[in-house]
């Protein structure tokens, strides 16, 4: 696909962008491996921590900027944007306050001698990003690896060229020197290529699961360790005992967050069938409370879907969902008269296990309604997914919230609350969903050899 910037509020083509050919490509890895061979990579960890320090400097200056080409690139309301450039300066603080206690050395008391554990970089990392967030999957590959010593090199999605190019700017004025983080527009062929090259230790992707298993299998098959962040159809499970205002309120924003195209978004809503009618009513008036607009406008409650591919995609879903048998309760369509990627707010409920919806993550705002008549019932339906990301559940009663949480198979899970993301917390998945974990003090050691060092005997 070309990169190109479209508005997707719009439609309208901004600027189209030059792909990098194989000697430029080749060029940039040769960077890369020659700066993680440096002083830099394999030296004091300061320099790399003060880049990190000064890169959230800069993304916290340059807010309402870095906002607003998130905003015009690929239709995420301002206000959401914003809150990704926070939460993007807040990553690269975090390592930089943190990453020095997390990679220190760990003393192993061994009849053998004196030993300890090391952190060393293991070399380039190849990451595939998507266009959902387009600074935050950045951020969340780059801070760790940056401050563990690793070379980075991105394909970024096609569709947020911009905010690419953008980083990598930011990561130059920060003092990142050339190789630490570099941009690729490049093919799915060279990505391949790039995976098999030796100078290359190891592959990030958040994507699709198509994507994943290709990317997986390619770097398995060079022996090369792999992390993967993939898709998600995240349950928000409303029990009887459960504050239904507040869970109808939140379970609306987090099913058309960002319009509903969020791995971690709400979309499988499985609620007690005391509470379904009263809850499925006031969640309904929730979605049609909705505006959709020009994102830019702080009155505009529902965006635009990032592409007219995902308009025709999500349409099609939704079409065949109805057509195999679930009921369309509010909304279904795309909005008419309208020049933008625009789909209502939808909800469907009847879904039943043989419909191809009962297992397909929609990328977008569609809720699917499912009603249980216990917690054994919830349980059974919550884990008859083939993904595991996150999820939410809502209840007054913690213990039972404590017990329902260690039998949901799920790599994250949130009670009274949407499903959230902080620098501190793990962040990935089991099942379809992918493994690896990324934040927190676990994201820093996928990408690091952690070396035994053994002082047996005296010298």
């Known amino acids: ?134 600074y935050y999957q950045l951020m969340r590959v780059l801070a760790p690896n940056l401050a563990a010593g690793n070379s980075v090199m991105v394909k970024h999605a096609s569709i947020v060229p911009h905010c690419a190019e953008t980083f990598e700017k930011l990561l130059s004025e920060a003092g990142a020197p050339k190789g630490a983080y570099t941009n690729l527009f490049i093919s799915q062929d060279q990505v391949a290529a790039l995976i098999d090259d030796d100078r290359v230790q190891g592959v990030a992707l958040t994507g699709s699961e198509k994507a994943g298993a290709v990317v997986a299998a390619r770097a398995a098959g060079k022996l090369k360790k792999s992390t993967l962040e993939l898709g998600g159809n995240d349950i928000f499970a409303v029990l009887d005992d459960a504050d239904i205002d507040h869970a109808a309120k939140v379970g609306a924003q987090a099913r058309i967050a960002n319009a509903g195209q969020v791995c971690t978004a709400a979309k499988r809503f499985i609620v007690h069938q005391k509470v379904a009618d009263e809850f499925l009513k006031k969640f309904t008036q929730h979605f049609s409370e909705l505006k959709t607009g020009d994102p830019l406008d702080s009155n505009t409650t529902l965006g635009p879907l990032s592409s007219a591919q995902a308009l025709k995609t999500l349409s099609k879903q939704v079409s065949e969902a109805v057509k195999q048998g679930a009921k369309l309760h509010y909304g279904g369509s795309a909005v008419a008269n309208n020049a933008g990627n625009f789909f209502e707010a939808t909800i469907l ?88 974990r990324e934040l927190s003090d676990l994201g820093i050691k996928e990408f690091v050899n952690q070396k035994l060092v053994v002082l047996a005997g005296k010298s």
């Open 1 to 134: 696909m070309p990169y190109q910037t479209i508005n997707p509020f719009n439609n309208q083509l901004i600027k189209e962008y030059q792909t990098h050919n194989d000697e430029q490509v080749e060029q940039a890895l040769a960077t890369a491996h020659q700066l993680y061979k440096s002083d830099w990579a394999q030296g004091e960890m300061q320099p790399r921590l003060q880049v990190l320090h000064k890169l959230a400097e800069l993304m916290t200056s340059r807010s309402e900027e870095l906002a607003k080409g998130i905003t015009v690139e690929m239709g995420k309301l301002i206000e959401q944007s914003r809150a990704e450039i926070k939460i993007c300066a807040a990553i690269a603080s975090y390592y930089a306050d943190n990453a020095a206690e997390f990679l220190k050395p760990v003393p192993y008391p061994s009849s053998l001698g004196e030993a300890w554990v090391e952190h060393h970089p293991i070399g380039v990392i190849m990451a595939v990003e998507p266009w959902n967030f387009p």
């Open 349 to 436: 409920t009847g879904i039943t296990r043989d419909n191809p919806a009962y297992f397909a993550e929609f990328f977008g705002p569609v809720a699917q309604i499912y009603v249980v008549e216990n917690d054994e019932q919830l349980v059974e339906l919550a884990n008859d997914s083939h993904y595991g990301l996150g999820g939410a559940l809502f209840t007054r009663d913690l213990a039972r919230a404590r017990r329902l949480a260690s039998k949901i198979e799920t790599g994250m899970l949130y009670v009274n609350s949407a499903t959230d993301t902080a620098p501190e917390l793990p962040f990935g998945g089991v099942k379809r969903s992918g493994f690896g």
